[in-house]
């Protein structure tokens, strides 16, 4: 409270409220569930000079606000009521006074409160510089030996309270929900889980139960199905499309004209190429040739996929091998260039020479016309997991 510097851009509320929102939600040690504000604008019409906020804690705790800059004097104050005593700071008295606690209690009588009342004691606390403390508490913090005690995620929660006041505000005291009620987007965040080292550009879709680690960046126009999970140090995009239930090991650069189908791995360092001919001086992105990963494949570790090529579904790309061509489906490739050298279950086993699993018992067989494997119904099949 006080009378001094009357501003036009901006209202009593965010001049004067942040600090005491700061101490408040500091004491409380949780935020608040509802916030009220009401106030008066006298200078301006449309400028509050005068508001009171009133806040709602989840653990029943209770809050207030007051300020003023048409106040007669000035009068900066914090009090904490508890059931056994109440605190008082004073910001204007001496340094030995700033600081009481009143030993004044409610006690029932009868089912009536009745007040009782005490002496107030002053509380010694050694003096001290407050601008040099704040000073040295940010060189601590510099060095490492403190973490901060205003710090950007206490800033957001204090943001979040004067919205909400100034909301309230303009809708005339109506109380405002902290406690919003949470879309079906907001219940898919909340299962999904992004490290905060990482980036994810604006335009971008990721589906519930995702997990992208640490360092990785989602471009622009990427989609990113359920259930999939996103290594270390992996970018994705832009305008590329992942299927669900996929696997990105560490260090995999998901380049634009990529396309992963559902529940395709990838193993660290793999490589996928999006230009036949490179070079650093001639900007060839209108000539990225696709690359389509079909569902089920498995690419090794550190394998490298030439664009313009299909990985058939469930093929099983060796670690280090090069792809230079299509790949059929549950096609086994190794070396440089890639070369088939077998066939591969559904289960990732090799299959051995009477196209059968010797894991899970699934039978496959080759098609004449086509040269693909395709499986046979076994009995086998229903009671394998993959």
């Known amino acids: ?9 901006e ?19 949780e935020e608040p569930e509802n916030v009220l504000a009401t106030g008066g604008n ?45 605190a008082v700071f004073d910001d204007t008295l001496p340094w030995e006074d700033k600081l009481l606690v009143y030993p004044h209690s409610v006690k029932w009588e009868h089912n009536i409160p009745v007040p009782t009342k005490g002496t107030p004691e002053r509380i ?22 403190k973490n901060a005690l205003t710090d950007g995620k206490e800033g ?13 505000l303009n809708k005339n005291g109506q109380s405002i929900s902290l406690q919003k009620r949470k879309t079906s987007a907001e219940e898919a965040a909340e299962e999904t889980f992004i490290h905060p080292s990482a980036f994810i550009d604006e335009r971008v879709e990721i589906g519930v139960g995702t997990k992208i680690w640490h360092t990785s960046h989602v471009l622009h126009g990427s989609k990113i199905g359920k259930d999939c999970s996103i290594g270390q140090n992996v970018v994705i995009g832009p305008d590329v499309s992942i299927g669900g239930g996929c696997k990105i090991q560490n260090n995999v ?68 091998a090069v792809v230079t061509k299509n790949v059929p489906d549950h096609a086994l ?44 119904k076994s009995q086998n099949i229903s009671k394998h997991r993959h």
Request: aromatic share 8%; charged share 20%.
């Open 156 to 168: 957001l929660r204090v943001l979040r309270v004067l919205n909400a006041a100034e909301a309230s």
């Open 42 to 86: 006298y200078l301006h019409k449309k400028i509050a000079d005068v508001t009171t906020t009133h806040l709602d804690f989840p653990s029943g705790l209770k809050a207030h606000v007051f300020v003023s800059w048409l106040h007669p004097f000035k009068d900066q104050k914090l009090v904490v009521v508890g059931d056994q005593k109440m």
């Open 124 to 145: 010694a606390v050694p003096y001290a510089e407050p601008l040099r403390l704040e000073c040295e508490h940010f060189l601590d913090c510099l060095g490492g030996q």
């Open 253 to 320: 650069s998901v380049y634009k004209g990529v396309t992963l189908e559902d529940d395709v791995f990838c193993g660290p360092s793999a490589v996928f190429t999006n230009v036949i001919n490179p070079r650093s001086e001639i900007r060839r992105m209108s000539e990225i040739k696709a690359t389509l990963v079909r569902k089920g494949a498995t690419i090794g570790a550190n394998a490298t996929i030439v664009c313009g090529n299909t990985i058939g579904s469930y093929a099983f790309i060796a670690a280090g």
């Open 333 to 376: 490739m190794a070396g440089n260039p890639a070369r088939q050298t077998g066939w591969i279950c559904r289960c990732g086993i090799k299959l051995n020479t009477k196209h059968q699993c010797p894991q899970c018992g699934n039978k496959y067989k080759l098609t004449a016309k086509q040269g693909l494997l395709k499986i046979s």
């Open 1 to 9: 409270l006080n009378l001094g510097k009357i501003r036009r851009e």
């Open 11 to 29: 209202n009593i509320l965010w001049s004067f409220a942040p600090h005491d929102i700061s101490m408040i939600l500091a004491l409380a040690g």
